[in-house]
Structures are given as structure tokens and as C-alpha cells.
């Protein structure tokens, strides 16, 4: 009778001692991740926030807590208004535009059967360049000197002077969303274009055999099947995009005349040009705290949508 019990509790303290052992080598295995992620993320951002309510200068090491008054100045601050307005605007249109090209495109990869992979490659090109390189390219073709867009207009006198979109400010906007689409759209085609693989063929079948053309199986099959993933993709686009820096400040840096200011780019004058590390820091507060309300508004509303479609 003794020996059994003595077998079980050796069992049972040997599940626990390789339990024990499990997590420590889990926790060594992760540590490298966790000091990661606070000194590159964890950390900047705590210090940022603590910046915030300084009237720290970058040049000088003297500073002093203000409080909230860096906020305070935030609302009434016109360029702050200007900054905001652009981002959202900016990121309205190239979301708009990514995802009418991305959708389009992988629905054109779905129908595509043998040549899938080539053209997957082929409209994949341009999210791997960098966006130094697709800036300058752009650059270049907008140029009014030697630039091939002018060249062609002017030589299919379609214009009777060389025009550079990217000093007028009626069209400056139109010069700085097309690269920015043109580089961000490959990412809004793979998601479709794997949504649309993981859609049953048989559905499709089924709805063939009942007499549904094409329109209808579109409507009633494929987009609601792509509701989270559309959802996703806005999400996703919407904090990238009023984040965005690196296309806009390699084009126009804002100009002209403030045109084309968007928030990232504010932040960046403000802390290395102004030199105004404080104020900086509570702009960039003042805009993560908006992208967190908006990803939290954007998911509180998924969840909303999918207990009505339960309901209903």
C-alpha cells in the first residue's frame, strides 16, 4: 500500500520540477525580447510623456516641470490645428486610394490561376524599395527642368508650360499621395489577396449551382467574408499613415508655405529645429494618446458590428 503512494508523490514532484525548469528556461528564452521592448519602446515612450510637462530645450540642460501649460498651449497653437487637419486628411486619401488599388489588384491575383506568383512579384516591387528611393524618383519625375512627366506633357501639348506640382500649393497634395499609394499599396494587396485564398471555393459552388452570377457572389459572398479584414487593413493604414514622415519630408518638408505640414513633421521642426524638446515631446503625447482613442473607437466598433450581426 506504501509504495504506490511513495510512486505518486515522486511522480507528482517531478512534474512540478519540470514545470519549474519549463519556465525558467521560458523566461531566459524571453528575456531578450522583454529588455528589447522596454528600452525600444517601454522607454522612449514613458520618457517622452515625462518630457512632456517640461519646458526643456534641446541644447540646454536646465529644465523645469510646467505642468500641463505645454498643452494648454497645444490648443490654441494654430500650427498644432494645421498639422492635425493634414495628417488626417493625408491619411483619409491614401487609405482611400490603397485600398481601391490593393483590393482591386488582389482580387485581379485571385482571378490570375498560373501566373499568380510572377504578377504577385511584379506589384510587390514597390513596397521593398526604400522610401528614399521612391521619393527621389518621384522627385525627379515631377522636376519642371528635366523631368519625364513635363517632358511628355509638354511634348503631347498637353501643357504649355512645365509645371512642378510639388511648389504649387493646389497641387502639391496630389503629388505627395501618389508615391505615398504607389509605395503602400503591395501591403493592402497580400492581406486581400490572402483573405480572398482563405475563402471556401465551395461557397462559390454552391452559389453557382442556385443560379448567382458574379455581382451577386461578389456582394453576398466575398465582401462580407472580407468585413475584419478590411477593418484590419483601415486600422492598420490609419495609425501608419498619420505617423507617415519619411515620404512627406523627403518631398516637400512641409512646404510650400505649410501646405503639406502634418503632425510627424511638426514634431520634428519643433525638437530639432526649435529647438523646443519640451513642447515637442507634448505634441508627440498629444498624438499617441489620439492614435490609441482612435485604434480603441475603432475596435469597440468591430465588436459592436459583430453582436448586431449575431443579433440579426
Not at 515625462?50 to 497653437?77: C, E, K, P, W
Not at 485571385?110 to 524618383?137: C, D, K, Q, T, Y
Not at 498619420?242 to 523627403?250: E, N, T
Not at 526649435?274 to 468591430?302: D, H, N, P, Q, R
Amino acid at each position: 500500500m506504501l509504495r504506490p503512494v511513495l510512486e505518486w508523490g515522486v511522480a507528482v514532484d517531478s512534474k512540478r520540477l519540470g514545470r519549474g525548469l519549463f519556465r525558467q528556461t521560458a523566461f531566459w528564452f524571453l528575456l531578450p525580447a522583454i529588455l528589447a521592448l522596454v528600452f525600444v519602446l517601454i522607454y522612449p515612450i514613458s520618457y517622452g510623456i515625462s518630457m512632456s510637462f517640461t519646458n526643456r530645450f534641446f541644447t540646454y540642460a536646465n529644465y523645469g516641470y510646467v505642468g500641463l501649460q505645454n498643452f494648454v498651449t497645444i490648443l490654441h497653437d494654430p500650427l498644432f490645428i494645421k498639422a492635425l487637419a493634414n495628417s488626417l486628411k493625408f491619411a483619409v486619401y491614401v487609405i482611400v486610394f490603397d485600398t481601391l488599388v490593393g483590393f482591386g489588384l488582389a482580387l485581379l491575383l485571385n482571378s490570375a490561376g498560373n501566373h499568380n506568383p510572377i504578377f504577385r512579384v511584379i506589384f510587390f516591387i514597390p513596397w521593398i524599395l526604400p522610401s528614399v528611393v521612391v521619393a527621389f524618383a518621384f522627385r525627379w519625375l515631377y522636376n519642371d527642368t528635366y523631368g519625364l512627366i513635363n517632358y511628355l506633357m509638354l511634348k503631347w501639348q498637353l501643357l504649355e508650360t512645365a509645371v512642378n506640382p510639388l511648389a504649387r500649393q493646389e497641387l502639391v497634395w496630389g503629388g505627395i499621395i501618389l508615391p505615398e499609394v504607389w509605395f503602400s499599396y503591395a501591403f493592402v494587396m497580400l492581406v486581400f489577396a490572402a483573405a480572398l485564398k482563405s475563402i471556401n471555393p465551395n461557397i462559390y459552388e454552391a452559389a453557382r449551382i442556385d443560379g448567382a452570377n458574379r455581382w451577386q457572389m461578389f456582394t453576398n459572398i466575398t465582401l462580407p467574408a472580407l468585413k475584419s479584414t478590411f477593418i484590419m487593413v483601415t486600422i492598420l493604414q490609419l495609425v501608419w499613415e498619420i505617423a507617415s514622415f519619411d515620404i512627406i519630408w523627403l518631398m516637400t518638408k512641409g512646404g510650400p508655405g505649410n501646405a503639406t505640414l502634418t503632425l510627424s513633421l511638426y514634431i520634428y521642426k519643433l525638437a530639432f529645429e526649435f529647438k523646443k524638446t519640451g513642447y515637442a515631446c507634448a505634441v508627440a503625447t498629444s498624438m499617441f494618446l489620439m492614435l490609441v482613442v482612435l485604434i480603441v473607437c475603432s475596435f469597440m466598433l468591430v465588436r459592436y458590428g459583430d453582436r448586431y450581426d449575431e443579433k440579426t
